[in-house]
């Protein structure tokens, strides 16, 4: 087999995290439709990422966000998106490059992607860029729909014992 220059894989992943970008550019305009919400794996150490540091010591490597009932400030730019989310009912501001995401899951209608984030993977690696159209502010927006955002544990599990979110690893196909 002959050497792929173009790197196909490279521009598959691409093209499925523009997937990503545009239903959360159409949630940005009119809001969750319907039954539709979306739990997102992302690398927290991945070049861009911008999490609080109590955050990042809570998920050294990566977590799940669910966007459902309680969100914030969801702005959409070309290399990522920035959302306010409340974890253990503090408020926090995220901005994720759409190369940091591992996993999109929306189980409303069983709709799933996953994508290889490695050292090297991260075109939006140099974090001036990766920023470049990151948004900016933070803090609730009254009118904003209701939405339940936690982390979750690494045992599917809240910190206060309820298990209202699960891991995406628990959605995936068995192979």
């Known amino acids: 087999m002959s050497e792929d220059i173009i790197r196909y894989d490279i521009l598959v992943q691409n093209a499925l995290r523009g997937v990503i970008r545009k239903v959360l550019s159409e949630v940005e305009k009119t809001g969750l439709p319907g039954n ?24 050294p490597e990566q977590m799940t ?17 920035g959302i306010g989310l409340s974890f253990s009912d503090v408020p926090e501001k995220l901005y994720v490059p759409y190369a940091a995401v591992r996993g999109f899951y929306d189980p409303s209608v069983n709709f799933e992607l996953e994508f290889d984030v490695a050292d090297g993977d991260a075109e939006a690696g140099d974090e001036g860029a990766a920023n470049a159209d990151e948004p900016s502010g933070a803090g609730p927006a009254p009118n904003e729909p209701e939405t339940v955002t936690e982390a979750p544990t690494g045992d599917g599990e809240d910190e206060d014992g309820t298990a209202d979110v699960v891991s995406l690893d628990a959605f995936r196909k068995k192979k």
């Open 36 to 59: 539709h919400h979306f739990f997102i794996t992302f690398v927290t150490t991945a070049p861009g990422v911008r999490i609080s540091n109590r955050i990042r010591e809570q998920y």
């Open 65 to 81: 966000i669910v966007l459902q009932h309680q969100f914030w400030d969801l702005e959409i730019g070309e290399t990522g998106f």
